[in-house]
């Protein structure tokens, strides 16, 4: 993963995952965005998109990372959508401790919901399968346009 060093927290752990540091099971990625799947998934294919600039969140990022990231997510979630043909998508994105962040890296959810899956919007972080998750992420890969 390419990433301007510059614009990167050392400690942060998107942006360890971006120097290559900490592994993911990546979706998608190009000179502005990584795309990549949630280890503690709350649903099948629940991916998670970042800007290559670390900001805490929505109201500290430059609107153009805000733009860059959620143009991201529309791309990931039509992958999603043609992977998994989920009976819907929520995108879903947390600033501060009352929204339940838990990284301080500006990231988006992609979230496939069916009808029936009793979601809420508060969630424990309960790891996943990660063989389940690697398969998704080369599933959802393979329809990236
Ligand atoms: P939020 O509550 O919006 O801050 O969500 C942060 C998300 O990042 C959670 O859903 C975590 O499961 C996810 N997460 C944390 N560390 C990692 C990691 N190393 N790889 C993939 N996902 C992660
Ligand atoms: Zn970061």
């Given at each position: 993963v390419m990433a301007d060093e510059a614009h990167l927290d050392e400690d942060c752990i998107f942006?360890?995952?971006?120097?290559?540091?900490?592994?993911?099971?990546?979706?998608?990625?190009?000179?502005?965005?990584?795309?990549?799947?949630d280890i503690n998934p709350i649903a099948e294919g629940h991916a998670l998109v970042i800007p290559k600039h670390h900001s805490k969140d929505i109201l500290e990022s430059p609107s153009q990372w805000v733009g860059k990231t959620f143009a991201g997510a529309k791309r990931i979630a039509e992958a999603v959508h043609e992977t998994l043909k989920p009976d819907g998508i929520n995108i879903v994105q947390a600033n501060g401790p009352g929204a339940k962040q838990s990284v301080l890296h500006l990231h988006v959810h992609i979230i496939p919901r069916t009808l029936d899956d009793g979601l809420t919007m508060n969630w424990e972080l309960v790891p996943g399968d990660m063989d389940d998750i690697g398969g998704l992420a080369e599933r959802i890969a393979a329809n990236m346009e």
């Open positions: 942006c360890k995952i971006l120097r290559g540091e900490v592994p993911c099971f990546k979706v998608f990625e190009d000179d502005d965005i990584l795309a990549f799947m």
